[in-house]
């Protein structure tokens, strides 16, 4: 019902839907590991007391209704990948992986960085170049970019999707563990209402963010998991001929 999408998403009734086409059977994505991953942020420990369970739910009882803000913008939140906090996940030497991620928390921008672990439980993680994995995004929103872009966060906002590849041969080395880490991105205006920060934060500040940030998803990387079923990421020139045409033509992209 219109007016409460928010009530749902904050309390986790949300999912993905994928749909499929011709970038699927690209070169160096078909074969890929595909891993759907969903971010949502649950105000469950930001003072939301769920209802007992023979509590009937009514105007006077709902569990929220005023919730622009359901915790400090300047508090760690609860961040919950497929349903579960920090899960563990494995994966193949030198395999090419392919995530789409939908970012399914109800208000807040996060940034996303997958360094690397000191240790199988991702104890601390380090943000220097040589510790960073590249996530190459190859669509956003459903739509296939004209080429790569490379980086080593990613930015979502509430409702955004990227499709992002990673890794291929020379890396996931036997033993590795890699930290999917993210950094909240919000701030407070002189109301208290929550207000995106005025400027983009400089790579440093990005740096700062996701070292301090918060832990929600460990990779393991083992040979028991088997052999990878790609090593070569797509290249630039698979992905332009899946992207759509951006030149106008009568009017029309």
């Not at 749909?19 to 942020?41: N, W, Y």
Request: glycine share 10%.
């Amino acid at each position: 019902t219109h007016g409460t999408t928010a009530v749902h998403v904050a309390s986790g009734a949300a999912g993905a839907l994928v749909v499929r086409g011709p970038l699927d059977e690209g070169a160096g994505i078909k074969q890929a590991r595909e891993r759907i991953i969903t971010f949502s942020t649950p105000p469950i420990n930001d003072g939301f007391q769920p209802l007992a369970a023979d509590a009937v739910c009514t105007e006077e009882t709902i569990t929220f209704n005023s919730f622009a803000v359901l915790g400090s913008t300047s508090a760690a939140q609860t961040n919950i990948i497929n349903g579960m906090r920090r899960p563990r996940m494995v994966t193949s030497r030198g395999q090419v992986e392919r995530w789409r991620i939908a970012h399914m928390g109800f208000l807040d921008g996060v940034f996303m960085g997958l360094p690397r672990g000191s240790d199988s439980d991702c104890t601390s993680w380090s943000m220097a170049d040589q510790d960073t994995m590249t996530l190459t995004q190859i669509a956003r929103d459903g739509i296939v970019m004209p080429g790569s872009y490379d980086a080593s966060y990613l930015f979502m906002s509430p409702g955004y999707r990227i499709e992002a590849m990673l890794g291929g041969a020379g890396k996931f080395n036997e033993g590795e563990t890699w930290c999917l880490v993210a950094g909240r991105f919000l701030q407070e205006d002189d109301d208290g209402s929550p207000v995106s920060p005025p400027e983009s934060p400089t790579p440093d500040a990005i740096d700062t963010m996701l070292v301090t940030g918060d832990l929600v998803m460990i990779l393991n990387v083992s040979a028991d998991y088997g052999l990878a079923t790609e090593i070569n990421p797509p290249d630039a020139a698979t992905l332009a001929a899946l992207s759509p045409s951006t030149t106008l033509s009568a009017g029309r992209a």
